[in-house]
């Protein structure tokens, strides 16, 4: 039991596979300019992965090594499809403001990586955990970002007014560069910096060392 | 070995590295996920075309609401202000046997007895058949026409682009065009959904001498208010735009009705 709940809250922070990984990193970009975009996208990635997960963990003692992959994503992508669908039926007006990016879950290296690296070496409650927990990582990091993101770039959380506007008469003046793909390459940056300063086992070894000083040779 | 005889467990034993059993199992898979993926659609179809329905309703309230002066009428006439017609394209009449409220025009356009197929030379629009019966709303204020509402279409660069134009009582000055669906190719044509680019139109005159003359034009329009600035990378949507706009309003469109309408007027 203790080691279930190890899969689950290990991705979080100490495995997490957006600051450990840098995966899924494409739609931490793009769907982080307000706190409802980021909350649907990372239920609905949420969803698909556990999903994914655990199917292929159901039939992997059948899935033929030379097409395992094809038959990942076309599991992965139907799934991405179906829920796609989902909220075009039942919450339009989110899928137009998400417009191509549920679709491109299916391309998002985090389920792949999950499906391929642990579903289908494992049984189906423990992949599914395991995806949760991936799936949750993703989320947090998500609104971590996308907390900051609407904050400032907005004063508002979740679309109500916390900071006062200018244009409405307070005293905050929004950041525009918060609502540009570019603020969340730096806070995510900031992030994954923050988290290796406070965990260094996180830190990568050094792929090569730096030349030593060559001393001036004299002609 | 008795199991081994059923002909699914014999396929299931293979080992997985035989071509049969990598063959079935992806074609077992590609079986299951397209069955999945059709019933979803298929399930979930009439509430998505409500969904977009609903959308399509709200940004016609939103233009009409943003005209100046036709807000006004709105507020106070309320939704009663604007009405639904239909429109029979070859008499140029209004069909007033058909129910506008239950009125399918791509049911029409999709039946051949409905609808007519078009030369090529007549298709300026490249929808190959028109419907023979198009909706249009009419706006009145205190019993005159205020506005006419025309949803037009055609093919674009690379999608079906669907927009109302809307002209104010002389039937020649735009009050707003909006484009409520497209497809062309984001950055470059899609800006046509803009609405900083959709606000140009504004005051623009389709006709000169009651020859069809608006146009899209590539670069600036130099002020001409027959022409509208086009979209620089996107030439293709521009023409199309422009075609549409004729196709529509010209002889096969809702030019015969509109020419009523005039002759009404005198």
């Not at chain 2, 959904?193 to 590539?218: L, T, Y």
Request: proline letters at 5%; aromatic letters at 6%; glycine letters at 8%.
């Amino acid at each position: 039991m203790f080691e279930h709940l190890r899969t689950v809250t290990d991705p979080l922070v100490d495995k997490n596979p957006v600051t450990v990984h840098i995966l899924g990193i494409c739609s931490a970009l793009a769907v982080t300019t307000s706190v409802a975009t980021a909350l649907t996208l990372s239920l609905a990635l949420i969803v698909v992965l556990t999903l994914a997960a655990g199917i292929i963990s159901l039939i992997r003692h059948h899935v033929p090594s030379a097409i395992r992959l094809i038959v990942q994503i076309t599991i992965i992508a139907s799934l991405v499809v179906v829920a796609d669908q989902l909220l075009q039926a039942f919450a339009y007006e989110m899928s137009q403001r998400l417009s191509v990016f549920v679709s491109l879950i299916a391309t998002n290296c985090i389920v792949l990586g999950r499906t391929e690296a642990f579903a289908l070496q494992n049984r189906p409650v423990p992949s599914m955990l395991d995806a949760l927990g991936n799936g949750a990582g993703y989320a947090l990091v998500l609104l971590v970002v996308a907390s900051i993101r609407e904050l400032f770039g907005s004063g508002t959380l979740l679309a109500r007014p916390v900071l006062p506007l200018v244009a409405d008469g307070g005293w905050y003046e929004p950041m525009r560069l918060m609502l540009l793909a570019p603020s969340a390459f730096i806070i995510l940056g900031l992030l994954v910096w923050a988290i290796r300063s406070l965990r260094p086992g996180q830190q990568e070894a050094r792929e090569f060392a730096p030349l030593p000083q060559q001393r001036q040779v004299q002609p | 070995m008795a199991e081994l005889r059923n002909p699914w467990r014999r396929f299931l034993a293979r080992p997985n590295s035989d071509r049969t059993k990598t063959v079935g199992i992806a074609l077992i898979v590609a079986v299951v996920c397209g069955l999945c993926i059709s019933t979803t659609s298929v399930l979930l179809r009439p509430l998505i075309a409500v969904n977009v329905e609903a959308d399509r309703q709200g940004r016609m309230s939103a233009m009409l609401a943003g005209l100046p002066g036709i807000g006004a009428i709105l507020a106070q006439a309320g939704a009663d202000a604007v009405e639904a017609v239909i429109i029979d394209l070859d008499q140029g009449r209004i069909a007033e046997d058909l129910d506008p409220s239950g009125f399918d025009q791509a049911a029409v356009a999709a039946d051949p007895s409905t609808s007519t197929a078009l030369a090529r030379a007549e298709d300026l629009a490249g929808i190959g058949r028109r419907e023979n019966f198009a909706q249009a709303y009419v706006v009145r204020s205190e019993g005159e026409r205020a506005l006419v509402v025309l949803p037009v279409y055609g093919n674009g660069y690379q999608s079906t682009i669907r927009a109302y134009l809307a002209l104010e009582a002389d039937l020649a000055t735009v009050a707003a065009f909006t484009v409520y669906e497209q497809g062309e190719t984001p950055g470059l044509g899609a800006r046509i959904a803009e609405p900083a680019w959709q606000a140009q139109w504004a005051g623009k005159s389709v006709s000169r001498d009651g020859e069809i003359v608006i146009e899209v034009v590539r670069g600036s329009s130099a002020g001409d208010e027959t022409e509208v600035d086009g979209i620089s990378g996107a030439s293709v949507t521009g023409y199309a735009v422009t075609d549409m706009i004729h196709f529509w309003l010209g002889p096969n469109g809702f030019g015969p009705w509109l020419d009523r309408l005039r002759l009404e007027d005198q």
